[in-house]
């Protein structure tokens, strides 16, 4: 049901947009977050097409997010096949993921509940934010650790609660089930984001998708690198690397070695 209703989003009229939203929603993915939505609401009875709905919305945030980011980190993959950004002009690609935000808010409302659509702007915003505070600040030495648990957190973990906070809501749940699914869902975004920045240096490329250690390539330090910093000598290399702006790429590869 989710699958139908997320290509039925990816009709539009522009057929260049069309074709690229509809390789980008058949790339693959886990539809985790779809999942968490539907799964919140099962805990007593909901409106079961309200529920596909909001979860056919924040499966649209998610893409919309990646599009973005691979803009962002200038990937030139993305679950193996080419991103947006390596065929279209910078600008085209952020109007591909505005595209995509816009059409989950529309998506969104025609479900006609405040609360939730106020959940969802806030989980936008909350996103957005943390980008922008993250390219504001850079790789900077010594890295800050809470700066890192504060990214995973508007990165991931919001959208994540507001699946689950948004499916007990459809499922009239108590104010205290709700906030205790939300809770489990920002939880569960922060684990799923440190699990995912471990797999960025032990997965190979092929199961990846993109180049190993990217994220540190990008001058992004993830929760492994600051227990590498704390417990390995050859830490302290990266702050040459750091204040040099990556210039020592042959460093750096051996250090994500």
Known sequence: ?????????????????????????????????????????????????????????????????????????????????????????????????????????EIAASIENFRLMRIFAQTLMKICVGEIRQDFGGAQWPPDQQEYFDHIDSKTATLFSACTEGGAILSGASEPEIDALKKYGHDLGMAFQIADDLLDFTADESKLGKPVGSDLRQGTFTLPVFFFIAQDARGVKLKEIVQNNGQNSGDLDALID
Not at 27 to 49: E, H, Q, T, V
Not at 71 to 85: H, V
């Open 1 to 105: 049901m989710v699958e139908t209703r997320l290509q039925e989003a990816m009709r539009i009229e522009f057929d260049p947009l069309a074709n690229v939203l509809a390789s980008l929603m058949q790339s693959g993915g886990k539809r985790i977050r779809p999942a968490l939505a539907i799964l919140s609401s099962k805990f007593y009875p909901a409106d079961a097409d309200k529920v596909v709905t909001l979860a056919v919305a924040v499966e649209l945030v998610h893409a919309a997010t990646l599009i973005h980011d691979d803009l962002i980190d200038k990937s030139a993959k993305r679950r193996g096949s080419p991103t947006i950004n390596s065929r279209w002009s910078a600008t085209a690609t952020v109007l591909a993921g505005d595209y995509l935000l816009a059409r989950a808010a």
